[in-house]
């Protein structure tokens, strides 16, 4: 049952089919491979789109790529590349996910629902850097290991986009003794206590 409607989610009729696609795949999928824990499947409107939805609408209104890292179960970055599809502004979305299995599921659902994206089945730390406009991460790590990626694969004007939850302020807290960056916590509307943490301007201190 898809307890939502375009409306609710402010979304074109359009993107609304596709993310019915995407979720009964990503409902079909779950039963075989561990993309989401079976515990929040019925749960995959009101929880995992909308705070992917949230992610998405917490970026910039144009970009030319934005990666998403650890991609699992295309959480947020299918769901972005589903809404980037509306507009001509927004180009590029690769999910990079080194996990092969996971990886055949995100082209499965980029092919299904008929939006472009690109999957990079390679290890994040071995990836060659993506100068990404946008990048995003969704339950990967800690923050200390997220802005060593971003330090890697955002460009120097790019934001990052990591959602996290009710101890968010103690992993900035311990990211800042390494790390220095600009950051902005957009509260989540989906959780109580987590947010989608807004970052740029990184380097080592």
Known sequence: MTPVSAEDLNVSR??????????????????KINLISRSSVPFIWSRHIRDSLQVYR????????WVDLGSG??????????????????KAVRL???????????????????????????RIEALS?????????????????????????LSPTGVALFSKGATWEKEVEEARQEWSFSCQAVESETEKGSVILKIGDIARV
């Open 58 to 65: 917490a970026g910039p209104d144009t970009f030319d790529s």
């Open 14 to 31: 359009e993107t609304f089919d596709r993310l019915q696609c995407y979720a009964s795949l990503l409902e079909k999928w779950t039963l």
């Open 73 to 90: 179960g295309g959480l947020p970055g299918v769901v972005v590349a589903i809404l980037a599809a509306e507009s001509p502004a927004q």
């Open 129 to 153: 850097p993506q100068n990404a406009d946008v990048l995003s991460a969704r339950a990967l790590a800690d923050l200390k290991t997220l802005l060593g990626f971003a330090d890697r694969h």
């Open 96 to 122: 990079v996910e080194s996990d092969g299995r996971k990886a055949a599921f995100l082209r499965t659902a980029l092919r299904e629902t008929a939006v472009p994206g690109s999957v990079i089945c390679e």
